[in-house]
């Protein structure tokens, strides 16, 4: 059974770096066959992607948050990271990982329970 | 950016009844489209993916269609649990991965 879990700070200062790290568990993320993935939903809005990593360490981002976003993986550990600079209310959000398949198989089955990120000082 | 559109925003329908929710892209997608539940606080539940597959424990009320730029979301005998907010998501031109922005389905 594939399981996601998200941690880091809950609140973070405005103009700061807002870092997170989703553990993976009942899969290897060194997989070829998947993506890992942070998506996030600001209150009362829809679902954003952030943004994925491979196990090789190849990088996709969301050009909205591309010139802020650091995303990188520590497969000894099988857990990946997001980092995002100079944070604003704007950035206030539940944060999620999941994994992904790839190519034709681009959907999110497992996912993390998500971590409420707020960003105020 | 695959631009994806969902409609109604909300939808009121009875317990028993059907709910029909569509979802259109802003150029074609194949079939390489998602829908998801989701309830406040709670990660997304994947329903559908390659438009009409459901997902493992998903019931047969959940029916998806489609192909290209629209889709179609079926709830057949709506369930109290079925009241939730829907998503659809396409993969098949990224990044960005795009979702829709949701529809509210609310017990009339």
């Known amino acids: 059974q594939v399981q996601l879990q998200e941690s880091g700070p809950r609140l973070v200062n405005p103009s700061e770096t807002l870092s997170l790290t989703c553990l993976v568990s009942g899969d290897s993320i060194s997989s070829t066959s998947h993506y890992w993935d942070w998506i996030r939903q600001s209150p009362g809005k829809g679902l954003e992607w952030i943004g994925n990593i491979y196990y090789s360490g190849t990088t996709r981002y969301n050009p909205s948050l591309r010139s802020r976003l650091t995303i990188s993986i520590d497969t000894s550990k099988d857990q990946f990271s997001l980092r995002l600079t100079s944070v604003t209310a704007a950035d206030t959000a539940l944060y999620f990982c999941?994994?992904?398949?790839?190519?034709?198989?681009?959907?999110?089955?497992?996912w993390g329970p998500g971590t409420l990120v707020t960003v105020s000082s | 950016e695959v631009v994806m559109t969902q409609s109604p925003d909300t939808l009121s329908v009875s317990p028993g009844e059907r709910a029909t929710l569509s979802c259109r892209a802003s150029e074609t997608v194949s079939r390489n489209l998602a829908w998801y539940q989701k309830r406040p606080g709670q990660a997304p539940r994947l329903l559908i993916y390659g438009a009409s597959t459901r997902a493992t424990g998903i019931p047969a009320r959940f029916s998806g269609s489609g192909s290209g730029t629209d889709f179609t979301l079926t709830i057949s005998s709506l369930q109290s649990e079925d009241f939730a907010v829907y998503y659809c998501q396409q993969y098949n031109n990224w990044p960005p991965i795009t979702f829709g922005q949701g529809t509210r389905l609310e017990i009339k």
């Open positions: 999941a994994r992904r398949g790839t190519f034709t198989n681009g959907w999110y089955e497992h």
